[in-house]
């Protein structure tokens, strides 16, 4: 049995309303069964949910080559209303359900397909025999999020962004953290959708941001320099009709310049043609607030985004930089990206830099603004302080940063 999730489907339905979600789904339906055979069964469970039942499998290898096909054909685009769009889904997969009672069974499934999302999504994942996938129901853990939100349990930590020839800091950008007495250390790749999913997410994001520009009014009223800090925002926020608003509330309250504010943009492959958030980004950048492309080469996103959004700077993403310098196509892409913004008038940043090759080709490339492990891991903010006075940011020939090997997070998690 497979229990098929679409990932980020209700942004479909934000975009262009319920009757292109509508069509989506029955597309989707449409290549769902096209990939069975004529003994399975599936079925729609509501929502964007699937259930798949398959008959007669020989062995977990052959489910799974199923579930393969089932996200190929997922994954391939879909036009509505002349738009392209792509979607992904999470699948969680029980290989043999037999005397398993319903309830349990569709418990299990649903814990597997939300341990993808987790995992970030587009994939399958076996129930596992014992049941100890980590991320457990999604109700309780929404609710242990809320209450981690009242108690002001999710903390913040900073990471620096660095012109490496001007040795100077640029800026913090502010990461989100969750350390659990239970569980440990809670990755944002896991919070984050679960708060998306659960509506926290304006409950969330406005606590971040509240926290950052404080933090940042702070080290300015202590005569410390750390540039613009960097928040990161989901399209869902800017949806928002206060999110405005909001802003400029927190900014006014902390005492915080907006011209040292920087607003990171995730999931741009949504935003194009929505005029009214496209609106919102133009009055913040009114106030003086920066607006930056996180990511920028994945996630769909095109060219034309850069063009149409009033953007002033594109963060490469890591998947290229960690390519530098011996892959010839992360090379061509990097310098192709560099080139482009400047004649563009924008800044970039390359993201996840950890070695001295990686930083000596982007120099040599004209790309000088860097953020990663070479230069310092996202820290609390009682070791900033330290870091700006002793200059600790600042690479040297003989500095090589260690690889995430151990229980930190990936940098710009």
């Known amino acids: 049995v497979m229990l098929v999730d679409l990932d980020g489907f209700k942004l479909v339905n934000d975009q262009l309303g319920h009757g292109a979600g509508d069509e989506m789904l029955r597309i989707v339906a449409s290549r769902l069964e096209n990939c069975l055979r004529g003994t399975d069964t599936i079925a729609r469970m509501g929502g964007d949910e699937f259930l798949v039942l398959l008959r007669g499998l020989k062995g977990p290898d052959c489910t799974a080559q199923i579930a393969e096909k089932l996200l190929g054909r997922i994954a391939e685009p879909v036009v509505l209303e002349g738009q392209e769009f792509f979607l992904t889904a999470s699948i969680g997969v029980h290989s043999d359900c037999r005397g398993i009672e319903t309830e349990a069974l569709l418990r299990d499934l649903d814990n597997a397909m939300y ?20 991320i457990g129901t999604r109700l309780t853990w929404q609710s242990r999020l809320r209450r981690a939100l009242e108690g002001n349990g999710i903390t913040l930590h900073y990471q620096v962004l660095v012109d490496v020839e001007q040795g100077t800091v640029l800026g913090m950008e502010a990461l989100a953290r969750w350390q659990t007495t239970t569980d440990g250390f809670i990755p944002p790749s896991d919070f984050i959708p679960l708060a998306e999913e659960s509506g926290l997410i304006h409950q969330l994001g406005e606590q971040l941001l509240r926290n950052a520009c404080s933090q940042g009014a702070q080290w300015l009223a202590d005569g410390i320099d750390t540039g613009a800090m960097s928040v990161n925002v989901a399209v869902r926020q800017l949806r928002h009709e206060q999110f405005v608003p909001m802003v400029e509330g927190i900014l006014e309250q902390a005492g915080f310049p907006p011209s040292r504010l920087d607003l990171e943009l995730s999931e741009t492959m949504y935003i194009e043609g929505e005029d009214e958030v496209v609106a919102k980004l133009e009055r913040l950048r009114d106030l003086g607030v920066t607006v930056s492309i996180d990511d920028f080469g994945t996630k769909y996103a095109s060219l034309a985004y850069i063009t149409k959004l009033p953007v002033d700077r594109i963060k490469i993403d890591k998947a290229f930089v960690d390519g530098l310098p011996d892959d010839i196509g992360s090379a061509a892409i990097v310098s192709a990206v560099v080139s482009m913004a400047k004649s563009m008038d924008l800044d970039v940043i390359a993201e996840g830099v950890e070695t001295r090759e990686q930083l000596d080709f982007l120099l040599t490339n004209g790309s000088p603004c860097i953020q990663g492990y070479y230069c310092g891991r996202p820290v609390p903010a009682d070791r900033i302080p330290d870091m700006i006075t002793n200059r600790t940011y600042l690479p040297t020939p003989r500095l090589r940063a260690p690889h995430a090997t151990d229980s930190e997070p990936p940098h710009d998690a």
């Open 115 to 134: 341990g993808v999302k987790s995992d970030g999504k587009n994939g399958y994942r076996f129930v596992s025999r014992d049941g100890g996938d980590r």
